[in-house]
């Protein structure tokens, strides 16, 4: 990468640089079997981001947090809030699959899949059709303005924010329905968070893929800063084989390189010039390499015009670079990540199956205190709030137990509808004198009819003096 220094202290005579201006990288294109899978999984993964919020699953949105009705939908799983925890675990379980991915396969997650390489590669690709190649984009930034360089500068920004908002829309279809967020935009009634959200996430999609692009992978990633601790000499990295290339130098096709007394890299300086973050990977394993691969593609390109074989710069481990070792994938460290999620994981799926498929929430009824109700009996009241966590209607029996002569009063049946929560008002009576003045605790018995599932739940019946 070229950069300028611009000095801004003067000591005496010497000059000292503190600030290291960082000059924009226009990557060249490049073809070849990794550029190639960062393509099928720029599709793989905007097929899901863009399309999962229109999938439907039993008559509703397939993957739902609904914020506003405290509902999250996964697939056929209905979770509310009091189910956070599962949540909270699928991401523990992402974070160290993360982890162990790192471990064995390196950066391949931000090379292949991670948003900002994903959306910088999109936007990059209307760059270069609206622009054109990298020798034609950094011609048209050199030169002044013109009508031509506004009507493409324009139109390349106008896409831009096509995909931005387009992206910020489908982020917020994860938190409201999307189908009506989609009404609600094209009637112009979309609300006031909605609006917000879109524009927040549309600008930070605009603003990391079109101008931030590989500094916010060198700056601002904290997983780029935390995954060395993940690596060890036998994690795949991308690296050059400096025994096989040095020493470099251009040459024609033809000769063997031994018989020149050179390595094998002809320092044509495309492996640089294709790199989306600007590095020189023959100087060695950086932090700024997010293990893309196109380097590889350019040199394999570049070796088979040599007639050269392909490899000089390949997808290796340390160890296998230096010392020819094959790779070790079972190591302490990768059975230790394997451990730990195979247990995270089989925790999480048993939990899921024996959850209770509905929730109770009780709350004392507190506009109206202890009363003496028809028929001489003291009463409190008390709402419930049951929500089922079923795709089907389900009926609930609901009994108290703690005290003597206690009974629910009515003592009814209450139907949910699917995946729906509702309040009922529960009157707690005994009889007048049989409990002596304070507080009491009782339990709600919420049995599912027709299943065997229960919910138990505590609360307190007052007795005034
Ligand atoms: S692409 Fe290959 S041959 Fe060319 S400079 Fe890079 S390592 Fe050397
Ligand atoms: S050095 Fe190679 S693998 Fe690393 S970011 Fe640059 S092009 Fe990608």
């Not at 899978?37 to 981001?49: D, K």
């Not at 993360?98 to 910088?120: D, H, I, N, S």
């Not at 009780?362 to 009363?371: C, E, F, G, Q, Y």
């Not at 529960?426 to 229960?454: C, K």
Request: hydrophobic share 45%.
């Amino acid at each position: 990468m070229t950069r300028k220094i611009i000095p801004i202290v003067s000591a005496g005579s010497e000059e000292i640089g503190l600030y290291e201006a960082t000059q924009k990288i226009y990557p060249r294109t490049v073809r070849g079997m990794f550029a190639r899978w960062r393509w099928a999984m720029v599709f793989l993964t905007q097929l899901v981001f863009y399309g999962l919020p229109w999938a439907e699953w039993g008559g509703r949105q397939m993957v739902l947090f609904d914020l506003a009705a405290r509902r999250f939908y996964i697939f056929g799983l209905v979770l509310y809030p009091q189910d956070l925890i599962y949540l909270s675990g699928l991401l523990v379980v992402s974070a160290l699959a993360l982890f162990l991915f790192t471990a064995v396969a390196g950066r391949l997650w931000c090379g292949y899949a991670c948003p900002q390489t994903v959306y910088t590669e999109i936007f990059m690709w209307v760059e270069h059709k609206i622009e054109g190649n990298r020798t034609a984009r950094m011609r048209l930034d050199a030169e002044p303005m013109s009508l031509e360089k506004l009507v493409k500068k324009w139109f390349k920004h106008l896409v831009w924010i096509g995909i931005a908002m387009w992206t910020g829309f489908s982020f917020v279809g994860y938190f409201t329905p999307v189908r009506e967020l989609g009404m609600a935009f094209l009637q112009t009634q979309m609300g006031s968070w909605e609006v917000f959200w879109v524009f927040f996430y549309g600008f930070a999609t605009y603003g990391n893929a079109g101008f931030m692009r590989e500094q916010v992978c060198k700056y601002m990633c904290p997983y780029a800063r935390f995954q060395s601790a993940m690596f060890d000499r036998d994690t795949l990295i991308v690296t050059y084989d400096p025994q096989r290339g040095e020493p470099r130098a251009p040459r024609r096709k033809g000769p063997d390189p031994r018989t020149l007394a050179l390595g094998d890299c002809i320092d044509c300086g495309l492996c640089v010039q294709v790199c989306p973050t600007g590095i020189d990977i023959r100087q060695g394993l950086q932090y700024e390499c997010i293990g893309c691969g196109l380097c590889v593609d350019a040199c394999d390109t570049v070796m088979q015009k040599m007639a050269y074989p392909p490899g000089l710069i390949r997808y290796d481990t340390q160890n296998g670079t230096e010392a020819g070792w094959s790779r070790r994938v079972l190591r302490p460290r990768v059975l230790v990540y394997t451990g730990v999620l195979a247990l995270l994981v089989a925790g999480l799926l048993a939990s899921l199956v024996v959850r209770t498929p509905f929730k109770v929430d009780v709350v004392r009824d507190r506009a109206s205190l202890a009363r003496i109700a028809e028929g001489g009996r003291l009463e409190n009241v008390y709402r419930l709030q049951i929500m089922n966590a079923t795709e089907k209607p389900q009926h609930y029996r609901i009994t108290a137990d703690g005290l003597d002569g206690l009974s629910v009063s009515p003592e009814e049946v209450v139907e949910v509808d699917a995946a729906q929560s509702r309040w009922v008002a529960v009157r707690l009576q005994v009889p007048y004198g049989a409990v002596p003045a304070g507080s009491h605790t009782v339990h709600f018995a919420i049995r599912e009819e027709g299943g065997g599932a229960q919910v138990s739940e505590k609360a307190a019946f007052l007795v005034p003096r």
